[in-house]
């Protein structure tokens, strides 16, 4: 098991808490998970999860990955966790 340590951002977490309900420990068990088990817009099944995500990967300097019905907004660089957001229909027009 890789000993990766991932120093995510106070705005993650706070988001985090915010639209997940999530407390910091939480939260950061989550984006370890997503960052090592969550799927990017290549490895999902066609369909609307894919379109949306691709969308909005497309000329970004981020990484986007789908993880237990969470999206996880990654730095490129870094395993850092920017944000994140459940995914949901009414939800959808907040991710730009």
């Known amino acids: 098991m890789s000993r990766i340590r991932t120093q995510n951002t106070d705005h ?19 984006m370890k998970l997503a960052q090592r088990y969550g799927k990017m817009y290549g490895n999902l099944p066609d369909g609307e999860l894919r379109s949306f995500l691709e969308a909005r990967q497309i000329g970004q ?3 986007i990955k789908y993880y237990a019905g969470y999206i996880f907004v990654f730095a490129s660089t870094s395993t850092r966790c920017i944000t994140v957001y459940p995914y949901e229909e009414k939800a959808k027009d907040n991710l730009n």
Do not use: D
């Not at 993650?12 to 989550?30: D, I, L, V």
């Open 61 to 63: 300097h981020r990484r």
């Open 12 to 30: 993650s977490y706070y988001r985090a808490a915010e639209r997940c309900g999530w407390g910091k420990k939480k939260a950061r068990e989550m």
